[in-house]
């Protein structure tokens, strides 16, 4: 009989025997606090971020019985929406931009359109304006695109389109499929891909930086400014080569950004119901005092205040390795090289400053009397008028500077979902990448009034270019800083929302080491699911 069950009637109790499985489950889901004592499950995973929730719908369809364990309230990791400052303004507070909607498995293979996931693709991807009040933007359709880099350049236009064609096949053939499988190493990748038309291509961009790439092809300075942030807006460094392969991912993602109905939250929602429906467990709010070895094997996972989890054929970690293993496991119970490899990870030089938005009326944007299509972007640019900008503000972040210098990327999801915000207002996020370590000190990025002053600083800044964002329309805004961050997602240590430098020393068969990529671990029966 279940702990919750203990004071129910006769009758009560014959009548849950002919409920669903889902039901029963959505009993326990998700804060019942069970005693102290020991669960049996084949599977437990440590995390219910989307890494964990995906990994758990699998095994749970799969007929394997497993059970996640996470700390929050609510799972879904960064795939929050929440309503922090002011009733009916439901703001993303963290995963906002979903890029891999048409790529990954998991959309089709958990069916979650069943659990009313939908999402909205948005015709104009990315809007950068300018400080004379033009504009160049991306379209979901590459002709538009085409024609809004023509304005500029058409050599540029042209170059557009051809990269974009086969940086698809490269998508198709190679970078999709391995990002769904186990990676293997790069000397036994080659031959697989010796006799792809793209091959050689690929190559030199692997050696290439992000600037080399931009600079080598595009002739406009706005053209190449765009270009620029969209490659490297998710962590890569613009002067940083051996990672260039990630440019036909990105380049192909900035035309293909999908904003979730009613907020990110509902991908969480989608994914826990799919797992539950399928008899999955849920001990949360629960944090993980250990993962328990014995004999050089993971046996389960003892949760703090909470009933000890015991994964028969193993447990699954989806939070960063430093955890698992050095606080988790314990660096008494692993290998001194391998214990010292972990030690050696590198997280990013730069973190995410947020500012969100309640907002009266919607933004009235400066550059649509330009082009009225400016207006309908989902993303916007701002703050950069060439290559070099962004390239200065790399070296400020990395020098501890966060100022007004600082260029940035902006959405307004009301205006492509309105039930975002109640009664016909809207919301707004400001999303900018600053620095962890502060000059002033990282413990300025927990003070009230220092988030507040740097919050209206980039307000300020946006209102350039949205000169109806003033006080009155700004009705309140609700502020998370790196700091923040590292608080709120404890495996995003120094504010990483990468969870890891992009680095060739720390991707694809390396990442997160060369011991545990294909996601087995040298602890036996522990194995790496996270980010």
């Known amino acids: 009989m279940e702990p919750f069950m203990e004071s129910w009637s006769d009758k009560a109790k014959q009548a849950y025997e002919g409920w669903s499985d889902a039901t029963k489950g959505a009993l326990s889901y998700p804060f019942i606090k069970e005693p102290r004592g020991k669960r049996e499950f084949d599977i437990v995973i440590v995390g219910g971020g ?5 990994a758990g719908c699998y095994l749970a369809r799969a007929g394997i019985r497993v059970a996640i364990a996470d700390r929050r309230n609510e799972l879904g990791g960064g795939c929050a929406t929440e309503e922090p400052r002011q009733a009916g303004f439901r703001h993303n507070v963290h995963a906002v931009y979903m890029p891999m909607v048409d790529y990954a498995p998991a959309y089709k293979d958990l069916e979650l359109e069943n659990y009313g996931l939908e999402h909205v693709y948005p015709e104009v991807q990315f809007a950068m304006t300018f400080s004379d009040g033009s504009s160049v933007c991306i379209y979901s359709d590459v002709d538009k695109t085409c024609k809004s880099f023509e304005r500029f350049s058409k050599k540029d236009a042209e ?3 051809g990269f974009c064609s086969r940086a698809r096949k490269m998508m198709d053939e190679f970078i999709v499929p391995a990002t769904y499988v186990q990676p293997i190493p790069a000397l036994d990748q080659l031959p697989k891909l010796a006799k792809a038309e793209w091959n050689q291509e690929l190559n030199e961009l692997t050696e290439k930086t992000p600037k080399e790439f931009v600079d080598g092809l595009f002739e406009s300075d706005k053209v190449k400014a765009l270009m620029l942030y969209v490659i490297c807006m998710w962590g890569m460094d613009p002067n940083q080569s051996g990672v260039g392969y990630l440019i036909p991912l990105y380049v192909n993602r900035a035309s ?3 904003l979730v109905v009613h907020g990110t939250h509902n991908f969480a929602q989608a994914l826990i119901k799919d797992f539950m429906t399928h008899g999955g467990k849920i001990y ?4 993980v005092k250990s993962i328990v070895v014995e004999g050089g094997a993971a046996k389960g996972v003892q949760l703090d205040d909470g009933p000890y989890l015991e994964g028969k054929m193993g447990v699954i970690s989806t939070i960063d390795p430093a955890q698992t293993f050095l606080e988790l496991v314990g660096e008494d119970k692993l290998e001194s090289d391998f214990a010292a490899s972990v030690k050696g990870w590198m997280w990013e030089h730069w973190s995410l400053f947020g500012a969100h938005l309640c907002l009266n009326a919607a933004p009235q944007f400066n550059a649509a009397k330009d082009n009225p299509d400016v207006a309908k972007a989902f993303i916007h640019v701002v703050g950069y008028e060439s290559t070099d900008d962004f390239v200065k503000q790399q070296q400020g972040i990395s020098d501890g500077d966060f100022d007004d210098s600082f260029g940035f990327n902006c959405c307004f999801p009301t205006l492509h979902d309105p039930s975002q915000a109640a009664g016909g207002k809207h919301t707004g996020l400001i999303s900018c990448m600053a620095p962890f370590d502060l000059k002033e000190g990282k413990e300025k990025w927990l ?3 220092f988030k507040e002053e ?3 600083m980039l307000i300020k800044k946006l209102s350039k270019y ?13 502020v998370a800083t790196p700091g923040d961050i590292q608080n709120k997602y404890l495996d995003m240590i120094n504010g990483s929302i990468k969870q890891g430098q992009y680095h060739p020393l720390q991707m694809g068969y390396l990442r997160p080491n060369e011991h545990c990529s294909r996601h ?9 699911g996270g980010a």
């Open 50 to 54: 989307p890494n964990g929730l995906t």
């Open 520 to 528: 087995r671990s040298p602890v036996k029966g522990l194995f790496m």
């Open 447 to 449: 003070r009230h009034k």
């Open 256 to 258: 293909n950004y999908r």
């Open 159 to 161: 170059a557009y389109r």
């Open 284 to 287: 949360s709010p629960y944090g």
């Open 454 to 456: 740097k919050a209206w």
């Open 466 to 478: 949205i000169p109806n964002l003033n006080e009155d329309v700004v009705r309140d805004v609700y």
